[in-house]
């Protein structure tokens, strides 16, 4: 059974651009979570969509959004990016249930803003 | 706030001891625990997890114990293996309120299993 698959695992931009990560969850989980991992604040939850809806939602800004479609998959888009967005974007599926909740994460995106 | 907190940045231990990595909570709403662990450039692993019903879980190596009272939990990893070198997260969720289908995740631990 194939893994979480995250897209692309490096991403270098600038100051001000936009991004956009994709995740392609596990077969058969609806429930997909993006992550920001930084050295100073560690894994903070961005946001959650099940079965195309938003679920969940971290502290983050408006800056930081995504969406889910009806295969599941997921992409998360960050606009006017700013250096401290600069970190390890993780995502995470699941089959959905909120009770005994294990998540299984890809590899990551490592994004660099310059 | 930190809901879910690993005190001890690192921890050394020699191949063959017992690895305990400790983790403390302060939300009473979390009901499920889990432990990661993860190695340099991949995401996180799932190690092993608990109910907040249960005391206790074991899978192999890794035990996993939960003391609900005072909101604190540990993995135990014996006999300890260098493969086992990693950083080493817990996390939390809850089933209501506003953390359900999220995971809180501490800032984790760095094993280090020398040979």
């Known amino acids: 059974k194939a893994g979480v698959t995250q897209t692309p695992r490096y991403l270098i931009k600038t100051r001000g651009q936009q991004v956009t990560l994709s995740c392609s969850p596990i077969?058969?989980?609806?429930?997909v979570s993006w992550y920001q991992q930084t050295p100073g604040q560690g894994l903070q939850f961005l946001f959650e969509y099940f079965s195309e809806t938003q679920r969940n939602k971290g502290n983050f800004p408006g800056r930081f959004s995504g969406r889910q479609f009806s295969n599941s998959r997921s992409e998360m888009n960050v606009s006017t990016l700013e250096l401290g967005d600069s970190a390890l974007y993780l995502c995470?599926?699941?089959?959905?249930?909120?009770?005994?909740?294990?998540?299984?994460f890809g590899a990551g995106t490592r994004l660099s803003v310059l | 706030d930190q809901q879910v907190k690993q005190n001890s940045p690192s921890l050394s231990v020699q191949e063959g001891r017992i690895s305990i990595l400790n983790c403390d909570y302060t939300n009473s709403m979390f009901d499920y625990f889990l432990w990661y662990k993860k190695y340099p450039a991949e995401g996180p692993t799932f190690l092993i997890s608990i109910s907040s019903i249960k005391d206790k879980n074991e899978d192999g190596r890794f035990t996993v114990f939960l003391n609900k009272s005072a909101k604190h939990l540990s993995l135990h990893i014996v006999p300890s293996q260098p493969g086992d070198s990693a950083v080493y997260f817990c996390?939390?969720?809850?089933?209501?309120?506003?953390?359900?289908?999220?995971?809180?995740f501490g800032k984790g631990t760095k094993l280090s299993v020398k040979p």
């Open positions: 995470a599926s699941s089959f959905g249930g909120v009770v005994k909740n294990i998540q299984y």
């Open positions: 077969s058969g989980h609806r429930s």
């Open positions: 996390a939390a969720s809850a089933s209501e309120g506003g953390s359900q289908g999220n995971l809180i």
